[in-house]
């Protein structure tokens, strides 16, 4: 897991080979209007998801782990948290990893650690960061975002 915000971003851009083409794509999209839905950088090895959404209270936390892509996450407005567990520590799985939608679920309780997301925030999180992203900070808001998923490696 890595917490940064836009400007800071480029200096992460050597940590995987497909990282420099994604970052130059989501700032791309962040200084465009927003345009909800999937927008296709480099076919499936790189896309970005804009979404936009209210936050929740956070309570019983779904928590979604990936073993194929890598996300990067910026936040372009409201404000929302998100938890994120190691893999590892998960113990209520409720939806076992499902490779056609590249995704482990579970609920959990327990105490993670939290990132606090503004406008700016981006959150890279790898296979081993479960997240429950979408938890309200101090009242409901709507919130917009670009997540880019990265493929770790090719698959075939």
């Known amino acids: ?82 938890h994120v567990l190691p893999v590892s520590k998960l113990t209520n799985i409720t939806a076992p990893y499902d490779d056609a939608g590249d995704a482990l679920l579970a609920k959990e309780k327990q105490l993670s650690s939290v990132i606090q997301m503004e406008p700016g925030t981006v959150a890279i999180l790898f296979p081993e960061d479960a997240h429950a992203p979408g938890m309200m900070t101090h009242q409901s808001c709507r919130v917009r975002k670009l997540i880019a998923k990265v493929m770790i490696e090719s698959h075939k």
Not at 7 to 15: A, Y
Not at 16 to 22: D, E, G, S, T, V
Not at 55 to 71: V, W
């Open 1 to 82: 897991m890595i917490q940064t915000t836009l400007q800071e971003l480029t200096r992460f851009s050597t940590v995987h080979p497909r990282f420099q083409k994604a970052f130059a794509a989501l700032q791309q999209l962040a200084a465009e209007p927003f345009v909800k839905g999937r927008h296709d950088i480099d076919g499936e090895q790189i896309f970005i998801n804009a979404a936009e959404y209210d936050t929740k209270a956070p309570g019983d936390l779904l928590y979604a782990a990936h073993r194929k892509y890598i996300d990067v996450m910026l936040l372009l407005s409201g404000e929302e948290q998100i």
